[in-house]
């Protein structure tokens, strides 16, 4: 069974920072997975894709609004991503989720529906 979670969230002011950990499990057992990725969402919108990473590590892409400020890693030994956030901006508070998908990492073509496993969410709340 895959599972995936995260933790990290909370509520910082503007201009801070936070660190996001996804935990995963039973991916290598599920058909394998190429390519983790952070999405978040607003209520009521779409989820937005903000980072996806390969699982080598070695392919990394990033929305246009976070490039810059967040980062994407990930540590296979311990089966943690995570996303750095930095210099967060009122407009970052949403509810954040890990995702894994079997297929390769591809950003210009990718969309949530692309991955096939998800975590609960954890909220990033951001204030003045």
């Known amino acids: 069974q895959v599972q995936l979670m995260e933790s990290g969230g909370g509520s910082v002011q503007a201009g801070g920072s936070l660190r996001l950990s996804c935990r995963a499990s039973g991916l290598s057992k599920n058909g394998g997975t190429n390519c983790l990725g952070w999405y978040r969402q607003e209520p009521r919108k779409s989820r937005e894709g903000v980072a996806i990473?390969?699982?080598?590590?070695?392919?990394?892409h990033y929305a246009a609004a976070v490039k810059g400020r967040f980062t994407i890693s990930l540590d296979n030994a311990k089966g943690i991503m995570y996303l750095q956030m930095n210099n967060l901006k009122i407009e970052d508070t949403d509810m954040y989720y890990c995702?894994?998908?079997?297929?390769?990492?591809?950003?210009?073509?990718?969309?949530?529906?692309?991955?096939?496993?998800w975590g609960q969410g954890t909220q990033v709340t951001v204030s003045a």
């Open positions: 995702a894994a998908a079997r297929r390769n990492c591809a950003w210009n073509v990718m969309s949530e529906v692309d991955f096939d496993y």
């Open positions: 990473i390969s699982t080598g590590g070695d392919v990394t």
